[in-house]
């Protein structure tokens, strides 16, 4: 075993927590309850934060060790594209399909947030946060 290895070893043997973000995805999309808001759209923030173990690419700098972020960029989108009435429901999809598709997810914490959403008052954002655990 090489010197590199052997530090890894005592590195990963200590307590460790890894996580990866995707931090202030946006997107215009078509979500909402009022009639007008599945017709004019509004724009929407995303924020997501997995936890997974990826030692394995801290060891060896290959794509196959971790979740790709681009990959979970791209379900996020998806999900996002689909017109919901409630951001609860497009939180719940987004978790749903992550989960389903990375076994190694341990935890997930997403905010899905609307943007300027058109109640009276001035409001920057209306979010919802799931957190969740394995």
Same mark, same amino acid.
């Given at each position: 075993?090489?010197?590199?290895?052997?530090? &890894?070893?005592? &590195?990963?043997? *200590?307590?460790?927590?890894?996580?990866?973000? *995707?931090?202030?995805?946006? &997107?215009?999309?078509?979500?909402? @309850?009022?009639?007008?808001?599945? @017709?004019?759209?509004?724009?929407?923030?995303?924020?997501?934060? @997995?936890?997974?173990?990826?030692?394995?690419? /801290?060891?060896?700098?290959? *794509?196959?060790?971790? =979740?790709?972020?681009?990959?979970?960029?791209?379900?996020?989108?998806?999900?996002?594209?689909?017109? !919901?009435?409630?951001?609860?429901?497009?939180?719940?999809?987004?978790?749903?399909? =992550?989960?389903?598709?990375? !076994?190694?997810?341990?935890?997930?914490?997403?905010?899905? !947030?609307?943007?300027?959403?058109? /109640?009276?008052?001035? /409001?920057?954002?209306? !979010?919802?946060?799931?957190?969740?655990?394995?």
């Amino acid at each position: 075993m090489n010197p590199q290895e052997i530090t &890894f070893k005592r &590195f990963h043997d *200590l307590y460790m927590e890894s996580y990866i973000e *995707l931090e202030q995805m946006r &997107f215009f999309a078509f979500h909402g @309850v009022m009639p007008q808001e599945r @017709v004019v759209g509004n724009d929407f923030e995303v924020n997501l934060r @997995v936890k997974t173990d990826f030692i394995a690419a /801290i060891r060896r700098d290959e *794509l196959d060790n971790t =979740i790709s972020y681009a990959d979970l960029y791209e379900v996020v989108k998806r999900e996002m594209m689909r017109p !919901s009435a409630l951001i609860e429901h497009v939180a719940g999809r987004i978790l749903k399909a =992550i989960t389903a598709r990375w !076994s190694a997810i341990e935890e997930v914490e997403l905010k899905v !947030s609307k943007l300027n959403p058109p /109640i009276p008052g001035e /409001i920057g954002r209306a !979010s919802v946060v799931i957190r969740w655990r394995r």
